[in-house]
Structures are given as C-alpha cells and as structure tokens.
C-alpha cells in the first residue's frame, strides 16, 4: 500500500502503515446485566477506556473488572498478548498502553500487535502524540470512531529498530524531567493561597489576638494593643441589601434599566464583570442603590463557602446596583480603608459567616443584622492604610511568582510536544550508519508474513458449546423489534444462549460491524450513572 508520507524523515527510515508492522483487533463486552459475567479479584484481565482515563503509565495490568470465563466466552473480546499496544479507538480516541501480561477490552479499543522489529514503547509514544491527527482520520457523526481497517491505514514513520530504542529510552529520561518540573510547577498555584493566608495572618496577627482576647466583649482592651478597639461592623458601616428581581410593579412606574451585580460577579478577592445583566428600577431606588467607589461588596447567599465572599468596587461601570444577594457595606468616614475590610472578612470573616448563616435545604443565607454583628479589629486609620499597603507589596511579589510558574508550565508543555515532533522526524537521536534500516526490517516482516500461515487470535480453551441457529439476522431482529434493542437483547433475540460458540457469536458482531460501517443502524452507549462506566450499547435500525 502507497503511504503518502506527513513529513521528511532520514534516509533510514521508512514511511509504512499500521497495518504493516502490526495485527489490529478489536475487544467486546459481554451482557452487563449478567453479574457472573465480571469479576473484581482474579478472572481474565480486561480494561475500557474508562480504565485508562488519566491514566500515565507506559504498562497495565488489568482494568476495574476483570470477566469471568464465562463473561469472556459471551463476549467479542480476544486475549492480547504482553507487550501489545491497547488503543482507544473511540470515546475518547488516544488513550494508550501497553499489555503488562495477557489482557483482553471492550469494543472501545483497537490494539495493535506489533511483527518483530517494532517496539511497542516507541509505538505508543508515536499514537499518543498523534491524537489529534487521528481523531481527524476517524469516522462519524454521532461519535468518532476509528475502525480496524482506518486504523490499519494509518501512516507510521517507522526508524531502524536500534534508532527506536535510543528514541524511548531518550525520551523516557527527559519526559521523566518534565514530569518532576510539571509536578513543582503545578504545586505553586496550591501554595499562592498557602502563602497569602500566612500575610494575612502576619498583618493582621495584633486584631486576632485582640478579639480572642475580648471575646464578644468589645469595650475590653488588651495593654499591649491599646490603640487597637475592637468594634461592630454596624457600627462603622451602613450595610445595605441590593434589589430585589422580578419585583412587582405599578403600571405607571418610570423604571430606569441599571446594570446590576449578582453573586456570581462577586467573587473572593475579586469582581467577575465579564458578563453583566440588568434589570428597571426607578430613580428613588436607583439613588439608593447606585455604587459608589470604595464600597465594599459581600454577598448575601448562595453555597455556605460563598457567604460573606466580596471585593472593593472601583466604579468600574457607571450607575451599577446590587441585587438583594449582594450586600453593600459603605464604610463610615476615617474608619478604615475599604481594601482593609475586604481583606479582613475574605480571609477570617468565614467563621462568623458559617456560625450566624442559616442553611436551608438549598442555599445558605445571612441576614442584614448578623452581618453587621460581625467583629471587626480596627487599628488607626494610618495604621490600617499601611497594613494594606505592605498586603498588597506582599501578594504582589506572590503573584509575579505565580504568574511566572503559569508561562513557565506552558513553556514545559509545549517543550514536550517540541520533543515529540523531533523524536518523530527523526532529530532527537543521531542516526547511525551501521544500524540496519527500516526498509530492510519492513522487507523481512513481509517475508515473515507470507511465510507464516494464518495467526489464529488468542482464545480461552473453552469446554464445546452448543450450534447456533442463525436463521434470524441482526438487520432481521431490528427490523421487527421497530425500536432501541440492548446489545445483550439483539444477540439473545438472534438466538445466543449460554454455551454458544464464540466463533457463531463474533459472526453477528462483525454482521453489527458490517450495518454500522454502512449506517444503517444507530449506536448509543449505555452508562452506569453512579459511577460513569459504560455497561455496553444499545442498537436501532436507521430510518
């Protein structure tokens, strides 16, 4: 078969096809609503591609469930020997392994097992980097779906098998460094709030002390702070809650339509104004009710984690309200800074948040007046300004190092992809005169092939089963059945039971194969809802 190649490679390389260097099968699922059919301990190692969702690992060994003999016998899946390469070759496309020992997979996976000469670490490299381009090659509209005969044409850029090895192993020792670099680098977005928290507690270490010391008792001072007070929120704030939607109205109401802040523009720390709504009010409530800078923000409701979360608003949009979920705390004249406020109740205001919240089946909730009971520590107003000011410096040098660990990871995913485009083009090792070449080892494999007689798949010996009567064709039981058949229903309906042989039940499959190759029929997964699997399919004829 003429390979038409994707890019230049060296001279001892070769442009071939899957096909060529490998053997490419399929997998099945037996009736899921059998439990004899599976087992979790022991029994014939079988994965899906739920099994390799997130899964890094070059080898594996079994998946989730394992089949029982019998699951096995009801099934299309085929034992694949060690070392063979386990592809999904649908839901999703990409996901690939290699068989530490004998395994066996569902209909999800084309694996591939490869003629001597091909190293599956090399392969599977190669597949995995070539995700997107094969969910291009893929068929369907449903879903994409790469079928034994798609995946056999795929072009393979196949090095001299020494080449291969110096390939993995390189490979192997710089992905491991990537690996460790990923690893640090993603440690860094979990210790920003780590860090945070610990400048928030330094500068705000004297008030903390001071309310554990006063307890709800806030004419008590401590000696050594005593030009700290500890105070009511209400008393040093008008705390005000923001419109309430959908309000009844008089028809002859004048209603001015305001851009309005939800609890979702509100977040911890700061405003999300990406997305904005409106809603009419008229002027007397739009004058109570319009913004003014230095207004802190706190929201009313919502997740019990959410209550009390808010920023400073800046006047970023003109004539902007608050609807009743949000609160609007306007700080009384030379209290203290806003940002100090906001800093405060972000970070420690979540205990009285959890403590005078109420929880309905739903939402949780804090009223006005609890609000307002909140204990803020207040220090002089100069003191207060400064103590945002080094906050600000302090999280300021915390996020340039985020910032920078964020271009930083790009940069190591990127350079990970850079190696495998080299690793693949052939520039990531030298090549050596003295290695023989791929065509060489492409000529022997198909000397090999003609030579050998048929490969027959690996199958479980299994006790003699009973004929089939296949007088009823898959396309005969649809037609008649006029709707959805489970995949277990549509083989029982063509006449499998217990002890058919395997060989008449993979005749119906590759006759299901051969419909849906055509599309004639409709496929759709059948899923456990509690935990995600996929429990089999479910077949209807095409109108």
């Known amino acids: 078969m003429s390979i038409e190649p994707r890019w230049p490679i060296p001279k001892s390389w070769s442009w071939t096809s899957i096909g060529s260097i490998a053997d490419v099968t399929g997998g099945g699922t ?165 860090y945070k928290k610990a400048v928030l507690t330094k500068f705000f270490d004297d008030g903390l002390r001071l309310i554990e010391d006063t307890g709800a008792n806030s004419d008590k001072k401590a000696n050594h702070l005593s030009h700290w007070k500890i105070t009511q929120l209400g008393e040093i704030a008008d705390v005000k809650a923001g419109i309430t939607l959908g309000k009844k109205r008089k028809s002859d109401d004048q209603l001015l339509e305001l851009p309005y802040l939800r609890v ?41 984690d959410k209550l009390g979360r808010g920023w400073v608003w800046d006047g970023q949009i003109a004539n902007c309200i608050h609807q009743n979920h949000v609160f609007r705390v306007r700080l009384k004249p030379g209290t203290i800074p806003p940002r100090y406020l906001s800093y405060y109740t972000n970070e420690f205001g979540q ?20 609000l307002s009971e909140m204990l803020i520590p207040v220090p002089s107003y100069g003191e207060a300004e400064e103590i945002v000011f080094h906050i600000e410096a ?20 990127r350079l990970n992809e850079a190696l495998l485009a080299e690793a693949f083009r052939g520039e990531l090792v030298d090549q ?11 000529e022997r494999i198909e000397r090999h092939r003609i030579n050998q007689p048929s490969k027959t798949k690996i199958r479980i010996p299994v006790s003699q089963g009973k004929t089939l009567d296949m007088a009823r064709t898959i396309f005969e039981v649809l037609d008649n ?41 409709d496929v759709q997964e059948i899923t456990d809802l509690s935990s995600g699997l996929k429990l089999g399919d479910r077949v209807k004829l095409r109108k």
């Open 394 to 413: 302090a999280f300021a040098k915390i996020d340039r190092v985020a910032d920078h660990a964020k271009y930083t990871l790009g940069l190591v995913r």
């Open 30 to 194: 037996p009736p899921a609503n059998d439990p004899t059919n599976f087992v979790q301990d022991g029994g014939i190692a079988w994965i899906t591609p739920a099994d390799l969702a997130g899964y890094e690992k070059t080898f594996i060994e079994r998946g989730r469930r394992s089949l029982s003999e019998q699951g096995y016998r009801k099934s299309a899946a085929k034992l694949l020997p060690a070392g063979a390469v386990l592809f999904t070759s649908r839901a999703p496309i990409g996901y690939c392994a290699i068989a530490a020992n004998p395994i066996a997979t569902n209909q999800g996976f084309k694996s591939l097992t490869l003629f001597g000469g091909i190293s599956a670490e090399f392969a599977r490299y190669y597949l995995r980097w070539s995700k997107q381009f094969l969910e291009n090659f893929a068929s369907g509209t449903t879903f994409l779906e790469l079928s034994s005969s798609k995946v056999q044409q795929v072009p393979f850029p196949l090095p001299p098998l020494a080449e291969q090895k110096r390939i993995v192993a390189k490979l192997d020792a710089l992905n491991a460094r990537l690996r460790h670099a990923h690893t640090e680098l993603t440690r860094v977005e979990a210790l920003v709030s780590h």
């Open 481 to 521: 059945a006029k709707g959805w058949l489970s995949s277990q229903e549509l083989f029982e309906r063509c006449g499998v039971q217990d002890g058919s042989h395997t060989e008449d039940v993979e005749k119906l499959y590759r006759q299901l194969l051969d419909l849906y190759r055509e599309e004639k029929i």
């Open 432 to 442: 050596d005169q003295n290695d023989e070449p791929a065509s060489s080892l492409l």
């Open 264 to 304: 979702a523009n509100v977040q911890r720390g700061w405003l999300d104004l990406r997305e904005m709504k409106t809603v009419g009010v008229t002027a007397k409530e739009a004058r109570a009710l319009i913004l003014r800078e230095g207004d802190v923000l706190m929201n009313e409701g919502g997740d019990r």
């Open 351 to 370: 205990k009285h948040f959890f403590d005078e919240g109420k929880q309905t089946t739903n939402l949780a909730s804090i009223s006005k007046s609890k």
